[in-house]
């Protein structure tokens, strides 16, 4: 063979050695190993950041991730089409569950879990009406596992919910049932099927919760680089020319500036990293109220909610074993890109992970999405704010639909209102207020919904609009019923004596038009701390901050009439209908609590008083003990929602000293 054939073969040779060497052992691997066995692909995130490190975002397995022999998952093949019977949930009255009773004595967490599941709108008392049938513990107080309950059936159609590993979690016969369960190893998770629950601790609140504490967009330059959960406890800091000697006792590097931190306290820092080992689930929740961008070095556990959380807005997954290209990676991260996986954690924290109450109610909206199907929430609404939780898929699932995604979907809410007139006693017709708005170039309709025992008058007066008559059930909240009459997207609340020009009602529902999520009106109250009597009052007072404005006379979407009657508890609608001087307060506190925002308030003419008074007049003086609403409110809802603004929107040239021809809203100025 002549040589330069003989050197073209050892070239040839070398070459096909050299990539198969690299494609064993690549250079830089951000995979999480792989799981024991084959699964669907996983909800939550697999790479560090495909962006910072696109030449390495195609991985190879290494040797030692080879599959290991799996362990037998729970109940065989079991999966959603096989053990759960969903034509249960689309009879009758739809998704209703049912909890059985939980042995005695019950710890502090598993009476918050029941109190959350009975306060749910989808809770029934009766097993017989029931779709879903939850099971809160597998163990009995003496120590031996609880009996099997007498509507069993296999399993079939039952949730087990289990906060901790219980002691008969392998003798208990499961069945077709799912388990919930807070961070469920990787080898007995069936996605699709079981719910992977957050690890809380005891003392977690029922609702509510505690805020999340990122108060900053960008990073304080005097906060660590990272923090690293510590075995025993506490946390370990370091700035941002530490080394990867952080978490990798084996290298040789200086490790630069590092603080302990003892206890649970977590310092502030940018990035949490937190080991895979499923004890430091715990810190999870920790990181994400603190704001501090979680770092899963090999997570061993399933995590929270991760069939609908997408986690690659929020979380990182890292791969352990390379502890110096994870520290550059972290390093190298854009400050948008930082900023963005924050306010995700906030949002995350905030809407499903901050009470026990959220994470109950999230577990159950991820089972009715499944019997949904194609009708569920999208990913969108999960993931965006205010959260699937708040966007009731019974109303849509468009997320064009709903008030809070015009801005995302590049989109803004038809130029036609329907105005809503409420008359109670003494059922006097508002024929002056109908002809002024019906003048309004952007009014479709009008709806008087007559609450009075008088009978409504046979005739109204000619509009260019039609006029419809409904009849209502003469209690305050039958206003803010979801009547399939309204046609539009924009409703006008109005009372039977508001008064309202025309030009008004046009240029507040044109600042509706560009703040469709929030309410716009014209009378405001607001809101106060009264150290005497140590709790919440309101006021009707004309001061510089507002918080409420009165639905007398409002702009908002119909969206918030189906929140209200199907998504507030019944024990505060019962309040509002015994005391309708507190209607206008709890609608205040739903669209608060849904948009962190305060309401708007536009300028109204001198001539319009309003026969309501507030709570507290005046702001001074006991309130009566039945008419303490605020606090009953505030405590519902775990916290107190109202949000206070100094701000109005007028028109251009408003009181402005130039000719009234030049004005487009001149009956506003008139005395």
């Not at 009879?91 to 599941?117: D, H, M, N, T, W």
């Not at 949490?272 to 997570?299: E, K, M, N, W, Y």
């Not at 405590?635 to 009181?655: A, I, T, W, Y």
Request: glycine share 6%; aromatic share 10%; charged share 20%.
């Amino acid at each position: 063979m002549p040589s330069w054939r003989r050197k073209a073969l050892w070239l040839a040779l070398l070459a096909s050695w050299l990539l198969g060497l690299l494609g064993v052992f690549p250079l830089l691997r951000l995979a999480v190993p792989t799981r024991p066995g084959a699964g669907p692909p996983r909800g939550w995130p697999r790479w560090l950041d495909a962006e910072l490190l696109q030449s390495f975002s195609q991985p190879v397995e290494h040797p030692e991730d080879a599959p290991q022999p799996p362990l037998a998952p729970r109940s065989g093949s079991c999966d959603w089409g096989a053990c759960f019977d969903a034509s249960k949930c689309r009879e009758g009255g739809g998704f209703k569950v049912f909890v059985y009773p939980a042995a005695e004595p019950i710890s502090e967490s598993q009476r918050r879990i029941l109190a959350a599941i009975e306060g749910s709108r989808y809770h029934t008392v009766s097993p017989s009406e029931a779709c879903l049938l939850i099971l809160l513990s597998l163990d009995a107080p003496a120590g031996e596992c609880s009996p099997v309950p007498p509507q069993w059936n296999g399993g079939k159609n039952h949730l087990v919910l289990r906060l901790h590993s219980a002691s008969c979690s392998q003798t208990f016969p499961l069945g077709q049932a799912m388990v919930a369960e807070a961070s469920p190893t990787l080898d007995t998770f069936r996605p699709g099927f079981d719910v992977a629950l957050p690890l809380f601790p005891e003392a977690h609140p029922l609702r509510g919760g505690a805020p999340g504490q990122l108060r900053q967009h960008s990073p304080d330059p005097r906060a660590a680089l990272l923090a690293l959960a510590e075995e025993r406890g506490g946390w370990r800091s370091a700035g941002t020319d530490s080394s990867a000697c952080l978490w990798d006792g084996r290298c040789e590097q200086d490790r630069g500036p590092e603080q302990i931190h003892p206890g649970a306290a977590l310092p502030n820092a940018t990035f949490c990293l937190i080991p895979g080992h499923r004890p430091d689930a715990l810190r999870f929740l920790q990181t994400l109220q603190a704001g501090c961008i979680p770092v899963l070095l090999s997570p061993q556990w399933e995590l929270p909610f991760s069939e609908v959380i997408d986690w690659t807005k929020a979380a990182i997954v890292a791969d352990e074993r390379l502890p110096l290209q994870v520290l550059a990676a972290l390093q190298e991260m854009a400050p948008t890109r930082v900023l963005a996986l924050r306010q995700q954690t906030q949002f995350l924290w905030d809407t499903y992970f901050s009470s026990v109450e959220k994470v109950i109610h999230t577990t159950l909206e991820i089972i009715q999405d499944r019997i949904l199907g194609v009708s569920a929430h999208p990913s969108l609404l999960w993931n965006s704010p205010p959260g699937a939780l708040l966007a009731l898929p019974t109303f849509s699932t468009s997320p064009s639909d709903f008030p809070f995604y015009y801005l995302q979907q590049g989109s803004r809410p038809a130029g036609r209102f329907s105005a809503l007139i409420w008359v109670g006693a003494p059922g006097q017709p508002p024929l002056k207020l109908i002809q002024e708005v019906a003048g309004s170039q952007h009014c479709a309709q009008i709806l008087v919904l007559w609450g009075s025992e008088k009978p409504p008058p046979p005739s109204w007066p000619e509009t260019a609009v039609p006029v419809t008559v409904m009849e209502g059930h003469r209690k305050a909240s039958d206003r803010f019923f979801p009547h399939s009459a309204i046609s539009t997207d924009a409703i006008l609340s109005l009372d039977a004596h508001s008064s309202l020009s025309t030009s008004e009602v046009d240029f507040a529902f044109v600042v509706w038009q560009s703040f469709p999520e929030r309410m716009v009106g014209f009378r405001t109250w607001s809101h106060f701390w009264d150290e005497a009597r140590h709790g919440w009052g309101y006021t009707a007072t004309r001061a510089n901050e507002f918080s409420m404005v009165l639905s007398s006379a409002a702009f908002y979407h119909r969206y918030y009439h189906a929140l209200f009657t199907h998504s507030l508890p019944k024990a505060l609608r019962t309040l509002a209908d015994e005391t309708p001087a507190c209607v206008d307060v709890l609608m205040n506190f739903l669209v608060a609590a849904v948009t962190k925002l305060p309401p708007i308030k536009v300028p109204y003419g001198k001539r319009h008083q309003d026969a309501r008074t507030p709570l507290v007049a005046g702001g001074l003086g006991p309130a009566p003990a039945d008419q303490d609403c605020i606090n009953q409110m505030a405590s519902e809802f775990g916290h107190m929602p109202l949000v206070s603004s100094r701000l109005r929107l007028d028109p251009v040239l408003f009181k402005d000293p130039v000719s009234v021809l030049r004005k487009k809203y001149r009956s506003l100025e008139k005395p």
